[in-house]
């Protein structure tokens, strides 16, 4: 899934491993272990993709590595928000 972030390009969910994966703007992709679905539907539903992998992801303790390093240069996001 494509997400509007000055971070986050996309990710996707492996619901039989329970892994989120994470790809970056600049290119690298990162796996988080024993995601449960609760979890991967709050990112979905989350204003910010990318505090949402600081604040959640990494501060409560998934385990997490790194499977491909960015290469990009200088990524530029094209966030769109809708406001009230």
Request: aromatic share 16%; charged share 25%.
């Amino acid at each position: 899934i494509h997400v509007g972030s000055t971070n986050v390009e996309s990710f996707w969910w492996n619901w039989e491993a329970q892994r989120l994966f994470v790809r970056f703007l600049d290119g690298s992709l990162y796996a988080y272990e024993n995601v449960p679905l609760s979890v991967a539907v709050k990112f979905i539903e989350t204003d910010s993709p990318g505090r949402f992998v600081w604040n959640v992801l990494r501060a409560d303790g998934y385990a997490y590595r790194c499977l491909e390093k960015g290469t990009r240069k200088n990524p530029k996001a094209q966030v769109i928000r809708k406001h009230p």
